[in-house]
């Protein structure tokens, strides 16, 4: 896809514009710059108990990936907050729940363990890792998954990039593939942007098509 816009855009890290003539106020569009930053506090994940009593927590990919067979957590039951029991991770491999989320399987390590069935959060030690992140409306949910509008160096031009989207926090989302550092995204009204270029190529389409 090309969206084409008539005036080009400075290389800021946020920046607003509308396009020129005739079109919608509603087309006034910012861009941001994908930049790496840092979740703040520790890991949380949902976790429940199961009957055979492993605790299986729902982590995205990148958080599950520098786990070692022996991970340790802490395991908070929601019904006890301080109730905090230390688990071990069980060693078996992490089993794919939905896209960018998979299941990771731990045991109790130390302390008495929770009830089946019981619910919680697990806690990872470490702080998350620097990811890239957009802001959530740079973010379009489409039929096909997620995607962002990327402008090209002009600023003129804009590419729609499917991106797999990892954890949200303070009104940014984790990115965890299909973007590079220091790309540009259109951040405000990206969706109506979008919905405008379809509606546009539709109304080409139809003119094309009379007789």
């Known amino acids: 896809m090309a969206l084409e816009m008539p005036r080009p855009l400075s290389a800021d890290s946020a920046e607003t514009a509308a396009p020129a003539g005739d079109q919608p ?18 890991v949380r994940a949902p976790a429940w108990i199961d009957r055979d009593g492993v605790i ?4 995205y990919v990148d958080e599950a990936a520098p786990l070692g067979a022996s991970a340790r957590a802490s395991f908070i039951p929601a019904a006890a907050p301080d109730a905090a029991v230390a688990v071990v991770r069980t060693g078996a491999p992490a089993e794919a729940w939905e896209d960018a989320i998979v299941r990771v399987g731990w045991r109790v390590d130390a302390g008495t363990p929770p009830r089946a069935g019981a619910t919680g959060w697990l806690v990872l030690p470490d702080p998350a890792a620097p990811q890239l992140v957009v802001p959530d409306p740079a973010i379009v949910r489409g039929p096909d ?8 160096a002009d600023g003129t ?9 990892g954890r949200s926090f303070v009104g940014v989302s984790a990115i965890l593939s299909g973007l590079d550092a220091g790309e540009r995204v259109v951040a405000g009204n990206a969706f109506l942007l979008d919905a405008e270029e379809r509606l546009q190529a539709a109304g080409a389409r139809a003119r094309n098509e009379r007789p």
């Open 25 to 42: 106020a509603s087309l006034r569009y910012e861009l941001t710059m994908v930049r790496p930053r840092a979740a703040p506090g520790n």
């Open 56 to 59: 299986r927590a729902l982590l």
């Open 145 to 152: 998954g997620p995607y962002v509008l990327v402008a090209a």
């Open 157 to 165: 031009t804009f590419s729609k990039r499917r991106v797999r989207v």
